[in-house]
């Protein structure tokens, strides 16, 4: 057969160039970003024919690249001095991320809790810190392009590690801020290492201004070790012409907690990205998520549960609000391996239609390999209980605060699964933020 020679679209072609007058210039790990981009370039940008991309086709959507984010001047940082305010009535440990660099300045590095240590990704990967050589890339392979561009072209991100047993009470907050006010493409990597029996919470959130021209491709990879317990908190709020992609690469240890939680309103088009394994018996997870969409907004959660080991538990329940002509897309697999008894997973995924002309997609899978498990998903897709807008119309509220009830009820269940209360209340009024400019 002859050889087929992939026709590079423009984003593409760019990335190339990119690639090309800035490979010298990244700091370490040459030969594993050399090989991501290699990967990358055999594949290209991911298209509605590869299955795990065919609702969120890439080639498509992205119809250029950007050029890789200047480092931030005063002026960015100052634009970023109000960045992560959602969490403002939290007592947090902030490390601020501008146009994809670590600012010290408007971070908290000091007086850190006994058994964790917080360093600059771009800071170790320069200086070949021995932890990051050893790890990064290596918690959860990945074949995924978005993940192979991550690895290829990351800067900055954290690397945090927790020492065995050590216990962090306040959250460590991620704030990644996009304040450039030229079309840039911003890679960030994170690597959190979680040792065995502590605890820590990290947030993620991502913003930017509405207006700004920019791409983001961020991914964290988690490695959880036995008896650890980790709490995670996604919240995206990207500018309304922006391109976001994360993924979230965790690795679970035997006996462990794992609660994760994606909170999705802003951006044009969205792609969180979750890849998770058990790697040890008995370990219990929580994968949540609400998205609340308006306009011509895209938002694609995919995600694939690995059950490689027996007796854990994975409960997952994903709830989308779509407005206007917004787009929703749920695919989740959950994968049985063959020895994994005594699995019990369920997932579920459910769309709350505000629109005639707003679309869901959902997907769930299951691939199950074992016989003694318990395993089912859901997926749902309706508009607004016309019984209850009554009942409430009834008792005299407005029209438009009776929808709003029930849509905070619809994604309250959702967020309920929060542990910590602070970041609940923080979620609800940012869904009722949501409901009044929709």
Not at 131 to 139: C, D, E, N, P
Not at 207 to 219: F, I, K, L, M, P
């Amino acid at each position: 057969m002859a050889d087929v020679t992939l026709i590079k679209n423009p984003a593409e072609q760019q990335l190339a160039a990119e690639w090309a007058a800035a490979k010298s210039q990244l700091p370490g790990v040459a030969p594993l970003r050399a090989a991501a981009f290699e990967r990358f370039a055999t594949t290209g940008l991911p298209h509605r024919r590869v299955e795990e991309w065919k609702y969120t086709d890439l080639r498509a959507l992205m119809r250029d690249a950007k050029p890789l984010a200047a480092p931030p001047d005063a002026a960015a940082k100052a634009r970023a001095k109000d960045a992560g305010s959602v969490l403002s009535d939290i007592d947090s440990r902030r490390l601020t991320f501008v146009d994809g660099a670590f600012a010290p300045d408007l971070s908290d590095v000091a007086r850190l809790e006994p058994g964790l240590t917080i360093r600059s990704m771009a800071e170790a990967l320069a200086s070949v810190d021995d932890l990051v050589s050893a790890r990064l890339g290596k918690v959860m392979p990945s074949d995924d392009a978005a993940v192979a561009l991550n690895t290829a072209f990351m800067g900055d991100g954290a690397v945090i590690r927790v020492a065995a047993g050590a216990a962090v009470e306040r959250p460590i907050h991620l704030v990644f801020a996009a304040t450039g006010e030229k079309p840039a493409a911003l890679f960030t990597r994170s690597l959190v290492i979680v040792e065995k029996g502590a605890r820590v919470m990290l947030v993620e959130s991502h913003e930017g201004a509405s207006g700004r021209d920019y791409q983001v491709n961020t991914a964290l990879e988690l490695s959880v070790a036995d008896d650890a317990h980790v709490d995670h908190v996604k919240i995206t709020r990207e500018g309304g012409n922006a391109l976001h992609i994360s993924s979230l690469m965790a690795r679970v240890g035997a006996h462990a907690r794992f609660n994760t939680f994606l909170f999705t309103t802003g951006g044009a088009v969205t792609r969180n990205q979750l890849f998770l394994r058990f790697a040890g018996d008995e370990t219990i997870a929580s994968i949540r998520g609400a998205t609340l969409l308006n306009g011509k907004q895209h938002a694609d959660t995919t995600m694939v549960v690995d059950h490689a080991s027996v007796g854990c538990q994975s409960r997952e329940v994903f709830k989308t609000v779509l407005g206007d002509r917004s787009r929703g897309v749920f695919q989740g697999k959950i994968i049985v391996e063959p020895g994994a008894q005594k699995t019990d997973a369920k997932m579920g995924s459910h769309a709350l239609m505000l629109s005639e002309e707003a679309e869901a997609d959902n997907k769930p899978e299951l691939e199950i390999y074992a016989d003694d498990v318990q395993c089912g998903h859901g997926a749902t897709a309706g508009d607004l209980d016309e019984d209850l807008l009554f009942y409430l119309r009834a008792r005299g509220i407005p029209q438009a605060e009776a929808e709003a009830l029930l849509i905070q009820a619809f994604v309250g269940d959702a967020i309920e699964g929060i542990e910590h209360a602070g970041l609940r209340e923080a979620l609800m009024e940012a869904v009722a933020a949501w409901l009044k400019v929709r």
